[in-house]
C-alpha cells in the first residue's frame, strides 16, 4: 500500500540553526499537509498546499516557516531559526480528492 | 472555540471488551467530515474511519464503528473486542467543506489501555 514518508525520523538541532524536514507524499495525491505534535499535547495544524501554493496556513506557521515542493515528489518544511519551543514531531500528511489525510510516520524534531 | 471535545483524558479496557469513546463536534457547516486516527506509542497517526455529514448509515471498518448522531453532534469511536494491541492515543477530527475541504482539525485525544 502506497505511503507518505518523512526524513529525517529524529533529528536534534542547537537554537538558531536551520532545519529542514522532507517528506515524499503518496505519489498521485494532489493536496500536502504539514502538522506539528508537541509532546502530548494535541496535533496542530500547521500548513496545507496546492498546486504549488500554500493554500492555508496557521498562526504558528510564520515567517520562520517555509514550505516547498521543489520537484515532483518532495515537500519540505524549512524552519529558519529553529527555537526551544519549535522541539515537537512534525508530520506531513497528503490526500486526493477524498477527505481522508494519509500521514507519515512523522520527524521528530529537538531543538537544545 | 473548541471545533472537536474529547472529554475522556484516558481510559482502561479489558482485553475482549468493548470501548466507546465520545467526541462531540461544533460547525454551522452542512458539509463536513469526521475521523478518527489511532496514534500508538510509535508515534505515528493511523487513519481509522470516516464519516460525511450526508451518509445515513454510521461507518464501520472491522473492529471500529462510528456512532454519528448529527443532532447532538456527535461522533462517538466504538471498538468492539478490544485486543492488547488497540492501546494508543485516538484522536477524533474534523474537516469542513466550504467550495474545498479546510484543514483537519484535532480533538485532544483519549487515551485507550487495554489490560489483559
Known amino acids: 500500500e502506497p505511503e507518505v514518508t518523512q526524513t529525517p525520523s529524529h533529528q536534534v538541532t542547537q537554537m538558531g540553526q536551520e532545519v529542514i524536514l522532507r517528506c515524499v507524499p503518496i505519489?498521485?495525491?494532489?493536496?500536502f499537509y504539514w502538522y506539528r505534535q508537541i509532546l502530548g499535547q494535541k496535533v496542530e495544524f500547521l500548513v496545507s498546499?496546492?498546486?504549488?501554493?500554500?493554500?492555508?496556513k496557521s498562526e504558528i506557521f510564520d515567517d520562520q516557516f517555509s514550505v516547498e515542493r521543489p520537484d515532483g515528489s518532495n515537500f519540505t518544511l524549512k524552519i529558519r531559526s529553529t527555537k526551544l519551543e519549535d522541539s515537537a514531531m512534525y508530520f506531513c500528511?497528503?490526500?486526493?480528492?477524498?477527505?481522508?489525510?494519509?500521514f507519515g510516520e512523522g520527524s521528530r524534531l529537538t531543538v537544545l | 472555540a473548541q471545533k472537536i471535545t474529547q472529554t475522556q483524558p484516558g481510559m482502561f479496557v479489558q482485553e475482549k471488551e468493548a470501548v466507546t469513546l465520545d467526541c462531540t463536534y461544533d460547525?454551522?457547516?452542512?458539509?463536513?467530515?469526521l475521523f478518527w486516527y489511532k496514534q500508538p506509542s510509535s508515534g505515528e497517526m493511523i487513519f481509522l474511519i470516516y464519516?460525511?455529514?450526508?451518509?445515513?448509515q454510521n461507518a464501520t471498518e472491522g473492529r471500529y464503528s462510528l456512532n454519528f448522531q448529527k443532532a447532538r453532534k456527535s461522533a462517538n469511536l466504538v471498538i468492539s473486542a478490544s485486543q492488547l494491541g488497540d492501546s494508543a492515543m485516538y484522536f477524533c477530527?474534523?474537516?469542513?467543506?466550504?467550495?474545498?475541504?479546510?484543514?483537519?482539525?484535532f480533538g485532544a485525544g483519549t487515551q485507550v489501555v487495554v489490560t489483559p
Open positions: 500528511a497528503s490526500s486526493r480528492t477524498d477527505p481522508r489525510l494519509f
Open positions: 505519489s498521485n495525491h494532489l493536496y
Open positions: 498546499f496546492y498546486n504549488n501554493e500554500i493554500s492555508e
Open positions: 460547525t454551522s457547516d452542512q458539509s463536513y467530515g
Open positions: 464519516q460525511g455529514s450526508y451518509d445515513e
Open positions: 477530527a474534523m474537516r469542513e467543506w466550504d467550495d474545498s475541504w479546510g484543514k483537519l482539525q
